[in-house]
Each structure stands twice: as structure tokens, then as C-alpha cells.
């Protein structure tokens, strides 16, 4: 009874420009593919002893953090210097919002303090698209995170580190070993690895870290790691939080590295060139040992320095989208005016 | 007041009635149908040709805001919106700030729906004291202020020792008992349906077991003590294989769905539109399939608002962040009424479900058009179109994701013991 949604639109200008980056679900290839072009030449530039643009010249970015996360702060600040923008920290998880102020009176107070761009981190999912429909699409969201539901730059981090070691991403077959379930990496992940065109994409892990119906993702479930390991280009591990263990989801650390951590002599299984990602912070010795961690087949610091690159390549793409929405929508509005303003004329002449 | 209803075409299920009549009312009461007794002058002469004359509906599920939470409704707001939706009689929850679990709350709730003059209210009282699940309301002192059942809710009552002695209790003094099955645990920080929405969107899912094993222990205990029972607003296929089978084996009880059930899935969540968080959740369109065959073969007698009024504020937020609920008895009559267009049911069949039904699962008179009862009445065009937008609810919540739609059948006049409550 009600029309089909598609909720990722809410990301598009009406032209298919990206305005806001909240999911990399339903994102054509295309777009994806110029994201990580984009950021391939940012990541060539922070080589260079200049690592300054001035894309985002006497804009200002607000860093929007309901949940606490140094590091994911730290690279969307820098991502957003190297652009020249003017960037303001908050750490909102233990402002305003404890005093009883709504989601919606805080953005509201900071769009009026004319911010271009929100980087948003919230523990809710949906956040970042109810901040983008409902309170303040003007602002460009960035999504750094929403709950269970999304993480875009770190799933384009990860999409740009295999494409700069990988290549083609259809001839691959990648594994995402670990939380599924309360991963918002994951999902953006496996969303983004099935638009690329990725061969085969496995999901490995005990079945109480996988949410329900987890293969409509269009991915492979294994329980078992060796065999989920076999043959695959690439291992990407998930980060796992103390508390599944006081939550009855598994029964200890070592028992789940036993079972699905990655060590040397489990990587054995995967292609040889096989490589290993995380998403950081690691548990080592839980996720991963530190032989993998720290070996050759390791690109976790890769996966840092290209995250700077990506966050530069969605903060730049987004913002130009809004640029070009407001354009658009003033020249509709002068062309309404010219128009009335010819009716007027006419009257008048008549 | 002598009234005259000329000319509509009347349907009461009590009667097996359903015909192109007219009905005359004197003193708040039904005189007559067909035939004008001798010497009748109407005072006011209704002309209903091209509507149904109804029986007015009986919600067994409405909340009111009132009292505690008067931001989300008023019990004068929301009876006016129930007779806006052709409810004369309405059941509303132990919810209440405080709690119905003093003979004083529920007086108060019905002196004030008295004083507002729109809608019978039935209160139900609280199981337990303070819905806490460990000692057992005055449930006969309740009832005898006007309590017309006993629930504890959606809150838990953990131990199954204190469930039984309460449907003991419940059992000793005949009266009826209404759950509304959920298990906390399973529910956890659930907002959704478990499945593959849930699963994309990041949210918390909660799984059907999460209804369906508290229903079975209520059935199981039901069977134990023999207490009426009422399961109020069911989700899912398995409650409604888990009530058929307790009616097949002759257990005593009944079960209602609310409209909004019969019509929404879990795929309606995506986008995050808070005006889809409800609870139960919508699941998916296999429940809702069962859902409808149940209300077809009779597992499920009724059909309810599960009415819950929000303010604004309530509903923005991220989804998890939000209220639950649906403001919903003036939508009850065409979302309903969608179940005739898609051909589940006959439209007398649908009023029975509306009205005779529910009546009878609370055991009160009620639900008729029969000579000598009240002239409880519904008057309602099933073809007029209209949009349940903020400005054409009565109700003070204004939170229903049907407002972008256009709905059919729309009630133009309620009758509450003869007198007009509410005119299009």
C-alpha cells in the first residue's frame, strides 16, 4: 500500500550526485569506482611535503561525535585540514544531550552556526539518515558511523586498499570473518563488495555473531573457517568487543581464537598472495594473532593512510554535491522570477 | 431524544441483520426498526441512504494519555476521536501514571470519559500492583469500580508462580484476564522484526519467539487455573497456530489483532520512518498472511486500534530512539475496511469483528442493534475518500503513517446512547 523506498536516495542530488555520504547501500558501481579514483589521487598527495587543497577553502566542517572514538576523529580532522577546511571538534557524548537537549536541538543549534558539513558518529542506527532527511539537509552528513547499520568511509578504506593491492575486483573472492552481527563495518562492507562485482564474498562466524537472513547480502556463510579460508584473496577480519562474552554470545576469547582467529597456519588455506585487513582497533591474540598482524600479508597501516584519502574524496565529492543542489535550485528560482517577471511585463505593456 | 435513521442500509451480526431500513430511537434507547411505531415524531430525521448503519464499534485496545502522559492525549481528546472513528465503547490499558491498580485511577478515568460525554471507557485494571509482577492487585475491589478485565500489560511477570496464583485469583472471581504476550529477554533492545530488514538496516530485531513463548505459558496456565483469557494485538503465525489450537481443545479463551497488523510488514521500516516503530513490530508478510487467515476462520475474533498517541517530539529521533505506537481509532473503520476490498471478508463479517465480537469477549451488552439497547451507533460512507493528515485528526496524536495515503470509508456520524457524539 505504500510506494517502494529506497532510502540511500536520500544521499543522491537529483542528478546522481553524492550530497551526503551515509551508506554505500545502493550506490551505482560508478559512483563507488569515482570515489575511490578520487581518493587514489589523495592518497599519491599525502606523499608530497605540501598535503594541502583548498577544496574546502573557508568551509566548516563540525565533528559530531555522540560516540567516543579517537582514531575515526582524528583522520576525518586531518582529512578535512588537508581540504582547508575550518573544523570543529565535539565531543557530544557527554554535552549537551546528557542535559536533556534533543538529537534534533543540537544539530538544529549547530546548523545555525552556519556549519557545510556534519561528520556524525551516533550509537543509534539511522542516525546519520534521520539527521540528513529530517533535521538539516542542507548540512552535508558524513556518516562516521551509526550504530549496527553503517560505516561508509571505513568500507571504502578497505575498497580502496584491495583495488591499490588487488586490482579487478571480480576476479577476487574475499572473506569477512568475525561480528557480523553488531558490525556496521560489515554491513558496508559487504554492500560495497557486492557492487563492485566481487566474485564470491564469504561471511565466516559462529551463528550467534550473524544476524538473521544474513545471505539476502548475496554472501556465502561459513561456519567453519578453515573452509571459509580456502582460496580467498582476502581475509577481512572484524573487530569483536569484550562484552559478547558477558552477553552470552560466546563463551571466551580463546575459545573464539581458537575457532576463528586468524593465524599463520590458518591463512595457509587462503591464496598464497592472499592478504589480511582490520579495521582497528585489534585484540590481538583474539581477532588476530600478532604474527599475521605484523607479517607481510598484513595491510592494516595501509588501511589507515588510505583512510585520510577517502574521507578527503567523500568530504570534496559531497560537498560539491551540496554546491551544485543549491545552484540548481537557484537558478530554478531566478528562472521562476525572469519568468514572472516576463509576465509582468507583458500585463504591463497590455 | 426521538430520532428517526431513515433510509441506510443496516447491518448488526447480533441480528443476522442486513437490510435497507430505518431505525427509531427514543430515550438513548433502540424503539424500533423497519416499521414507525404509532404516534413516533422524530425530532431529527438522519438520512443514511448510501451509508451502513452499524452497531458502534468496540475497541478492546486504546490508549489515552490520561492519566499521566496528557502530552500524548487527553481522555476528553481521545474519545472524541473515538467517536470520530464510529468507537462507542472502548477498552484503554492499566498504563496509566499511576498505574490502574487503585479502585481511585479507575474511577477517575470514568468519571472523566463520563464528563466528556464521547465514549464508554472500560478500564482495565492492573494484574499486579504497580505492573510490577509480584503481588496482586485488589482485582476484586477493581472490578467492582468498573474494571471490565485484568492485565499486566507488556510488563513481565517473571516468575510463572506469581502468573498462577494471579489467574487463580482472577479464576476465583470469574473474571476475564487479557495478555498481551511478550517476553522482556527475548525483546531485549529489539525496535523491529527480526529479519532480513532488520538485519540490513542495523536494528535490533525481536524474534516471533519472543510472543509466541509467553503465549504458550499463559495458555498453559490458562489451562491450569481455567481463567478467561483475552490475548490483545498478536503478531504472529505461530500465536495464532498456538490460540487455534487452544480453542480447538476447548480452552477458554479469545484473541483480538489490531488493524495496522493485518494491513503492514517489516519491510515498511525501511527508510528508518519511526511511524513505523510499533510494538509488537510489524513481521513479515507470512505472519501477516496468518494473521488474516486467523481473523477469516475465527482464531481471531476481533479487530482492534491498539490506539497510542504520541506527541511530536515522541517520533523525532533516530528509529530506536523513538516512542512506539500508532495514533489509530480514527483509522480503525478504512484500514478494517481493507480487508472487505481485498476480499478476507464480507463487510457484515467485518462489523461482527467490529462490534458483536469484542462484546462478547468482554461479556458485556453491547455491539447491537437490537430493540431495548443502547442506540450505540455508527454511521459511516464506505466509499469517501480522505487523508488522515494532522489537521483532520481529532486525536491529539498526530502519528500515523497512513497521513500520505487516501483512505476509503470514513465515519459521518456517531451515535453515543442516542445522542450525536460526533458529526462529519
Redesign the interface.
Known amino acids: 500500500?505504500?510506494e517502494t523506498?529506497h532510502?540511500y536516495r536520500v544521499q543522491l542530488t537529483e542528478s546522481g550526485q553524492l550530497k551526503h555520504f551515509i551508506t554505500t547501500?545502493g550506490l551505482p558501481r560508478e559512483l563507488l569506482t569515482e570515489i575511490l579514483d578520487t581518493a587514489d589521487s589523495f592518497v599519491d598527495m599525502g606523499a608530497q611535503q605540501v598535503k594541502k587543497v583548498p577544496l574546502l577553502r573557508g568551509r566548516t566542517v563540525a565533528n559530531l561525535f555522540f560516540e567516543n572514538s579517537t582514531r575515526t576523529l582524528s583522520t576525518f580532522e586531518l582529512a578535512a585540514k588537508r581540504l582547508s577546511a575550518d573544523v570543529l571538534n565535539l565531543n557530544i557524548a557527554t554535552s549537551s544531550t546528557k542535559k536533556g537537549e534533543?538529537?534534533?536541538d543540537t544539530l538544529m543549534t549547530l546548523a545555525a552556526m552556519q556549519s557545510d558539513m556534519f561528520v556524525v558518529r551516533?550509537s543509534?542506527?539511522?542516525?546519520a539518515?534521520?539527521i540528513a532527511s529530517?533535521v538539516t539537509p542542507g548540512v552535508a552528513i558524513i556518516n562516521a558511523g551509526?550504530?549496527?547499520?553503517?560505516h561508509p568511509t571505513q568500507a571504502m578504506l578497505d575498497m580502496l586498499t584491495i583495488r591499490r593491492h588487488k586490482g579487478d575486483f571480480t576476479q577476487l573472492r574475499i572473506a569477512v570473518v568475525g561480528d557480523v552481527l553488531h558490525s556496521?563495518v560489515a554491513?558496508s562492507q559487504l554492500h560495497a563488495l557486492r557492487t563492485l562485482g566481487v566474485a564470491e564474498v564469504r561471511v565466516i562466524a559462529p551463528r550467534t555473531l550473524l544476524?538473521?537472513?544474513?545471505e539476502?547480502?548475496g554472501v556465502k556463510v561459513y561456519q567453519d573457517l578453515t573452509e571459509g579460508l580456502r582460496d580467498v584473496d582476502v581475509v577481512m577480519t572484524l573487530r569483536l568487543q569484550r562484552e559478547r562474552m558477558t552477553s552470552a554470545l560466546l563463551p571466551s576469547e580463546s575459545e573464539y581464537f581458537k575457532l576463528y582467529g586468524i593465524t599463520d597456519d590458518r591463512l595457509a588455506y587462503a591464496h598464497p598472495e592472499a592478504i589480511v585487513m582490520h579495521p582497528g582497533p585489534i585484540n590481538r591474540g583474539v581477532e588476530i594473532s600478532s604474527a599475521v598482524a605484523d607479517g607481510k600479508r598484513s595491510v592494516i597501516l595501509d588501511q589507515v593512510t588510505n583512510g585520510i584519502a577517502v574521507r578527503m574524496a567523500v568530504m570534496s565529492m559531497a560537498m560539491s554535491g551540496q554546491q551544485a543542489e543549491r545552484q540548481a535550485r537557484a537558478d530554478a528560482e531566478a528562472a521562476a522570477a525572469a519568468e514572472q517577471g516576463a509576465e509582468q511585463g507583458a500585463a504591463n505593456e497590455a | 431524544m426521538k430520532l428517526k435513521i431513515a433510509g441506510g442500509r443496516v447491518i448488526d451480526p447480533a441480528q443476522n441483520l442486513d437490510q435497507v431500513t430505518d431505525i427509531y430511537i427514543d430515550a438513548g434507547a433502540i424503539l424500533a426498526l423497519g416499521d414507525e411505531p404509532e404516534g413516533f415524531v422524530a425530532e431529527e430525521v438522519i438520512d443514511a441512504s448510501g451509508q451502513i448503519v452499524a452497531p458502534g464499534f468496540i475497541d478492546l485496545c486504546a490508549q489515552l494519555g490520561e492519566p499521566g502522559q496528557t502530552q500524548r492525549g487527553t481522555i476528553a481528546s481521545e474519545t472524541a476521536a473515538a467517536a470520530a472513528g464510529g468507537i462507542t465503547t472502548l477498552v484503554t490499558p492499566p498504563t496509566t501514571i499511576p498505574v490502574v491498580d487503585t479502585t481511585a485511577v479507575a474511577e477517575l478515568i470514568q468519571d472523566r470519559a463520563q464528563d466528556s460525554g464521547f465514549a464508554r471507557v472500560l478500564p482495565l485494571g492492573a494484574l499486579t500492583k504497580g505492573l510490577e509482577g509480584e503481588q496482586l492487585a485488589p482485582m476484586h475491589a477493581l472490578a467492582t469500580s468498573g474494571c471490565i478485565g485484568f492485565s499486566n500489560a507488556r510488563q513481565p511477570i517473571t516468575s510463572s508462580m506469581v502468573l498462577m496464583r494471579a489467574l487463580e485469583y482472577a479464576a476465583t472471581h470469574d473474571l476475564l484476564v487479557v495478555f498481551q504476550a511478550e517476553d522482556r529477554s527475548l525483546v531485549g533492545s529489539g525496535c523491529m522484526h527480526d529479519g532480513s530488514t532488520a538485519t540490513r538496516l542495523g536494528l535490533i530485531g525481536i524474534p516471533a519467539a519472543a510472543e509466541t513463548i509467553e503465549v504458550s505459558r499463559c495458555l498453559l496456565l490458562v489451562e491450569e487455573t481455567g481463567v478467561r483469557a483475552h490475548f490483545g494485538q498478536l503478531s504472529c503465525a505461530g500465536s495464532v497456530k498456538l490460540i487455534e489450537e487452544a480453542r480447538l481443545q476447548g480452552l477458554p479463551v479469545t484473541a483480538d489483532v489490531s488493524a495496522h497488523q493485518l494491513l503492514l510488514t517489516d519491510e515498511q521500516v525501511d527508510g528508518f520512518d519511526s511511524m513505523f516503530h510499533v510494538n509488537p513490530p510489524f513481521r513479515s508478510v507470512a505472519d501477516r498472511d496468518a494473521l488474516r487467515n486467523g481473523l477469516v476462520t475465527g482464531t481471531i475474533t476481533a479487530i482492534c486500534s491498539d490506539h497510542q498517541p504520541q506527541d511530536e517530539i515522541a517520533k523525532e529521533a533516530p528509529f530506536a530512539a523513538t516512542e512506539i505506537g500508532i495514533s489509530s481509532l480514527e483509522t480503525l473503520l478504512p484500514l478494517s475496511l481493507l480487508m472487505v476490498e481485498e476480499g478476507w471478508l464480507e463487510l457484515p463479517q467485518l462489523i461482527e469483528r467490529l462490534s458483536k465480537n469484542p462484546a462478547q469477549i468482554l461479556g458485556i451488552e453491547a455491539g447491537t442493534l437490537e430493540v431495548g439497547s443502547a442506540a450505540d451507533i455508527a454511521i459511516f460512507d464506505p466509499e469517501l475518500r480522505w487523508s488522515p493528515t494532522a489537521d483532520q485528526l481529532r486525536s491529539k496524536g498526530k502519528n500515523t503513517p497512513f497521513k500520505a495515503l487516501e483512505l476509503k470509508g470514513r465515519v459521518t456520524l456517531t451515535l453515543l446512547g442516542g445522542t450525536p457524539v460526533f458529526r462529519l
Do not use: I, Q
Open positions: 500500500m505504500f523506498k532510502p547501500e534533543t538529537l534534533k551516533h543509534d542506527s539511522g542516525a539518515h534521520f529530517e551509526d550504530g549496527r547499520h553503517a556496521r554491513r544476524p538473521r537472513d544474513v539476502n547480502f
